[in-house]
């Protein structure tokens, strides 16, 4: 019944390594899964058994975590084919998206002391606009062409906006309270 723990994300599920899977597969993968290795069908089953069912539960839980959104599943296809994303060495981005950083964070800056939400939700949608455009950009990357290394860059400006959606999103709850 328990596989090797040591596999893949995607063989995990019987998926292609690829960043555009299928996310309905995806699901219905991870429920069969679920309800094969859900540590309640073994509570009357041997100590080793136990032991084994809570570490396949866990497998699969993080296996399921990391490929049902775009930036981890793009962080974790790059480390099977190999690729360091490099994010705490390698911050060199183009000279556009710097630009872009500090203005959008000068902009969060100046809503969030303004108390303006209007402004700070605005600019969500255009991070969110920007991320969409970034995904569309990896699906490219590491599916068509196999550009490891733009998808890296791809991936650290994810991680950017990411990170700044956060701040945005502490903001407007600041703002609320």
């Known amino acids: 019944m328990f596989m090797d723990l040591q596999g893949d994300f995607f063989g995990l599920f019987g998926l292609q390594p690829v960043f555009r899977l299928d996310e309905a597969a995806l699901d219905a993968a991870f429920r069969e899964l679920q309800g094969q290795v859900h540590p309640d069908r073994y509570a009357h089953a041997s ?50 998206f710097l630009m872009a950083q500090l203005e959008w964070r000068e902009a969060v800056e100046d809503a ?45 400006r994810m991680m950017f906006l990411e990170k700044l959606q956060q701040e945005i999103d502490d903001a407007l709850e600041a703002l609320e309270s």
Do not use: C, F, I
Not at 115 to 122: D, I, N, V
């Open 47 to 96: 100590d080793t058994e136990k032991r084994l069912s809570m570490q396949w539960a866990t497998r699969v839980n993080e296996a399921y975590r990391t490929l049902r959104k775009p930036l981890s599943r793009a962080r974790y296809l790059l480390s099977l084919r190999g690729v360091d994303v490099a994010l705490e060495s390698n911050t060199a981005m183009s000279t556009e």
């Open 112 to 156: 969030r002391q303004a108390g303006e939400a209007r402004a700070l939700e605005k600019l969500q949608g255009q991070l969110r606009l920007e991320s969409r455009s970034l995904v569309d950009g990896l699906g490219v990357d590491l599916d068509d062409r196999h550009a490891d290394q733009d998808a890296a860059e791809s991936v650290r």
